[in-house]
């Protein structure tokens, strides 16, 4: 399954309720972010902690257009927790962190308004 990053990306097929449900979007803080220069697009690697349930977690992001390895660190961000790790290239990325397309197509992190526990569960 391809998923277009931009803002007129067909709309999805319609799921049920418990189809959503099934994907299980935490918010965490996010601990540690360094250059991946590996990775094919600008990317960084995160550890995210997303508190005592999940724990500690890493993740590979194509979001270095945006944002810096510094101002990442101490920032909230959503991320799926629940599909299996991922290789990319020499990182293992365990969880999937949310963003959105901006006008250029560069990854917008998704976060809450304001600050919640690491854990808390999106619905």
Do not use: W
Not at 71 to 99: D, H
Request: net charge negative.
């Amino acid at each position: 399954m391809h998923v277009h990053h931009s803002p007129d990306a067909p709309a999805a097929e319609e799921i049920d309720f418990a189809t959503f449900l099934r994907s299980d979007i935490r918010v965490g803080t996010i601990i540690a972010a360094e250059e991946f220069p590996e990775a094919r697009k600008p990317s960084y690697r995160l550890r995210i902690d997303f508190g005592k349930v999940i724990g500690e977690k890493k993740s590979c992001a194509q979001i270095a257009a945006n944002y810096s390895p510094e101002e990442l660190v101490g920032r909230q961000v959503a991320a799926v927790v629940n599909f299996p790790p991922r290789q990319i290239g020499p990182a293992m990325s365990e969880v999937l962190t949310l963003g959105f397309a901006d006008g250029a197509g560069e990854v917008v992190l998704f976060a809450p308004d304001s600050p919640v526990p690491n854990g808390s569960r999106l619905f």
